[in-house]
């Protein structure tokens, strides 16, 4: 089945830098590639989302890149926001049913 | 007007009983899922459905069954209920002409 790892799995950055949050997937038929946000306590919501056949996809200061060859995307937030702070997850997903592969989850903290 | 919901939000009880929580989307969404977010944060697939298809992630104990009275439900069963079933249990809905998954707000199952 797929497999997918995220890192790092902390990440803490002043507030108005740039956080980079990366993974890998193993199955190459995966086509389908969200990031969600989950504030503490809260439901995971989509934060933005990139299918297979295109490369990268930015809304506002949210960005994923994706890599099909080399297997992995990221996910880049500019200018961070105290409100940023929150765990990231990425997931994967092929196939009619779409179940999600998450990773492993990367709590980022926005330093005011 | 809450998209999906959950019910209940929180669920003590003791080892070897069996409960059941329930999820409702109004958002004429054909495909329903239950995950598994452990203490680690870990979020994991249970399973998924729609009309025509449940497909049953491997590692789920047959303790573990989802029932669908009508396309807006999707219910979680748990019989002889264990230690290691205490978690936060999420429902989701998808439309299949959509990608994207909309998560209910979360069931905290615990198992003393």
């Known amino acids: 089945g797929e497999n997918v790892e995220q890192h790092p799995s902390t990440l803490s950055v002043q507030e108005g830098d740039s956080a980079v949050i990366k993974c890998t997937y193993s199955d190459s038929a995966s086509n389908y590639f969200p990031w969600y946000k989950q504030e503490l306590g809260k439901r995971p919501q989509l934060i933005i989302d990139i299918r297979s056949n295109v490369g990268e996809k930015k809304d506002q200061r949210i960005a994923v890149t994706l890599n099909k060859t080399a297997k992995h995307f990221s996910l880049h937030i500019t200018e961070t926001q105290p409100e940023d702070s929150a765990v990231y997850f990425c997931?994967?997903?092929?196939?009619?049913?779409?179940?999600?592969?998450f990773g492993s989850g990367t709590q980022l903290t926005v330093l005011p | 007007d809450t998209a999906v919901s959950q019910t209940p939000k929180y669920l003590v009880t003791q080892m070897g009983n069996d409960k059941s929580i329930k999820c409702e989307q109004n958002l004429g969404h054909d495909t329903m899922y239950w995950y598994k977010q452990d203490s680690k944060k870990f979020l994991k697939i249970m399973f998924s459905y729609n009309n025509k298809e449940l497909i049953i992630n491997e590692t789920v104990p047959n303790r573990f069954s989802p029932k669908s009275p009508d396309k807006a439900h999707l219910n979680l069963h748990i019989n002889s209920l264990e230690l290691g079933d205490s978690a936060v249990y999420f429902c989701a809905s998808r439309s299949q002409s959509h990608n994207e998954q909309f998560f209910g707000p979360g069931t905290r199952l615990t198992v003393l």
């Open positions: 997931a994967a997903s092929k196939g009619s049913a779409r179940q999600l592969t």
